[in-house]
């Protein structure tokens, strides 16, 4: 059982659309990333998140921590096919153990 | 860019024979870290590292084992290959900025064992 489940598993839209996939535990983090990982590479960081209920922009993405801080969503807005790739969260605990979830595949068609 | 290399890049072995696969840091960084990437599960934590000769196991250490004699190289080794290590390997180090540690991963390792 993950830690960390990420849905959806796997997302295919087309150029233009909105999309949001989600980062949900049942434990408390004290704080939460995001990384974009493409083939053939390791996964590169996004975002941090470390406050409840906070929301930080990153051009057309947008990432949320829940105010309880035990999830996290990341919005896109007008996906462009390079926004495709495997989109992983990452939450730290307060005793500095690092979980990741298992991924949510983007595929943006042109 | 982290300065962080892996090698091989790619390797195929056979079951039962050792594999060593090395991570190479350029920027002196205390913490190291390998996991291993296998679809639907993410990113598991093999073992780690918080200085030289100073190492921990992850979420998955059975059946490897890992060595730092000196700061920029941390050494994966799989005494005895089976089929379930095959996997793509990644590396990673820690880089602090006043609270918030960051990770930064190397390009991987793909491991195949037959």
């Known amino acids: 059982t993950q830690l960390l489940e990420q849905s959806p598993q796997f997302l295919s839209i087309q150029e233009g659309e909105n999309l949001t996939v989600y980062c949900n535990s049942s434990s408390v983090f004290s704080s939460l990333q995001w990384y974009r990982q493409e083939p053939g590479e390791g996964p590169v960081l996004l975002v941090t998140?470390?406050?409840?209920?906070e929301v930080k922009k990153l051009k057309r993405l947008t990432f949320q921590f829940g105010d309880a801080r035990k999830d996290s969503s990341l919005h896109i807005t007008a996906a462009q096919p390079g926004d495709t790739g495997l989109y992983l969260c990452?939450?730290?605990?307060?005793?500095?153990?690092?979980?990741f979830g298992a991924g949510t595949r983007l595929t943006v068609k042109p | 860019d982290a300065g962080i290399t892996q090698s091989p890049r790619h390797k195929v072995t056979e079951t039962g024979t050792p594999v060593t696969l090395r991570c190479h840091q350029t920027?002196?960084?205390?913490?190291m870290y390998w996991y291993r990437q296998d679809p639907g599960h993410g990113l598991r934590l093999i073992h780690y590292s918080y200085g030289v000769k100073d190492t921990d196991k992850g979420e998955v250490s059975d059946g490897y084992s890992v060595s730092r004699s000196k700061t920029e190289d941390f050494l994966l080794t799989l005494e005895s290959a089976t089929s379930s290590q095959t996997s793509v390997y990644f590396c990673?180090?820690?880089?602090?900025?006043?609270?918030?540690?960051?990770?930064?991963f190397g390009p991987g390792t793909r491991l195949t064992v037959l």
């Open positions: 990452a939450g730290k605990s307060n005793n500095n153990d690092m979980r």
């Open positions: 998140v470390v406050t409840g209920g």
């Open positions: 990673a180090i820690r880089r602090t900025s006043g609270n918030t540690d960051t990770q930064y």
């Open positions: 920027e002196n960084h205390r913490y």
